[in-house]
T-cell receptor, first 111, second 115 residues
Framework: QKEVEQNSGPLSVPEGAIASLNCTYS??????FFWYRQYSGKSPELIMF????GDKEDGRFTAQLNKASQYVSLLIRDSQPSDSATYLC???????????FGAGTRLFVKA | DVKVTQSSRYLVKRTGEKVFLECVQD?????MFWYRQDPGLGLRLIYF???????EKGDIPEGYSVSREKKERFSLILESASTNQTSMYLC??????????????FGPGTRLLVL
């Protein structure tokens, strides 16, 4: 069973701090890695994706991928209360249609 | 903007009833998915479809079936609803034309309660 593991949290950070969300995956053939944000009572929406080792930045968000360690992370700089949500890590393997989702990490940003 | 719509936001059914959940997308996506989401368990894939009339079992297909007669529409059927099927059901669509960044676009979800 291919798995995606996340710490369920909650992760609590003060406003303005950096929030660091982590994810590990078991399938070494995985090619694409996604971070979705899900507000309470809403459906998931994409924040960003990454497929090459290293960092990818988009505004206050940075995704980091280390395929050797099978590890992907999301950094949120200057965290805002509006960032409070559940963050889902998702992994897509090669040659398949399925994307495997982690159970999500709940983030609380305290004003 | 991609739009994925689901037929109901909230649904209450009785044990043993046949339940239909419908999903429609307007972006000509070839892939469509049905998930259920339960606290602590995350998103679990029930069925997916990569083309009209094609369907593949996901991780938890027992007690469910699907239908995809048209490209834009993907229906989830609970043949005989049971209380353990009480959940949030999410439909999603995607396209392989997006390449490595194949993003799933989700509908608003249907919260189903089976009594």
């Amino acid at each position: 069973q291919k798995e995606v593991e996340q710490n369920s949290g909650p992760l609590s950070v003060p406003e303005g701090a950096i929030a660091s969300l982590n994810c590990t995956y078991s399938d070494r053939g995985s090619q694409s890695f996604f971070w979705y944000r899900q507000y309470s009572g809403k459906s998931p929406e994409l924040i960003m994706f990454i497929y090459s080792n290293g960092d990818k930045e988009d505004g206050r968000f940075t995704a980091q991928l280390n395929k050797a360690s099978q590890y992907v992370s999301l950094l949120i700089r200057d965290s805002q209360p509006s960032d409070s949500a559940t963050y889902l890590c998702a992994v897509k393997g090669s040659g398949g249609f399925k994307t495997i989702f982690g159970a999500g990490t709940r983030l609380f940003v305290k004003a | 903007d991609v739009k994925v719509t689901q037929s109901s936001r909230y649904l209450v059914k009785r044990t043993g009833e046949k339940v239909f959940l419908e999903c429609v997308q307007d972006m000509d996506h070839e892939n469509m998915f049905w998930y259920r989401q339960d606290p602590g368990l995350g998103l679990r894939l029930i069925y997916f479809s990569y083309d009209v009339k094609m369907k593949e079992k996901g991780d938890i297909p027992e007690g469910y079936s699907v239908s995809r007669e048209k490209k834009e529409r993907f229906s989830l059927i609970l043949e005989s609803a049971s209380t353990n099927q009480t959940s949030m059901y999410l439909c999603a669509s995607s396209s392989m034309r997006q390449g490595v960044g194949e993003t799933q676009y989700f509908g608003p979800g249907t919260r189903l309660l089976v009594l």
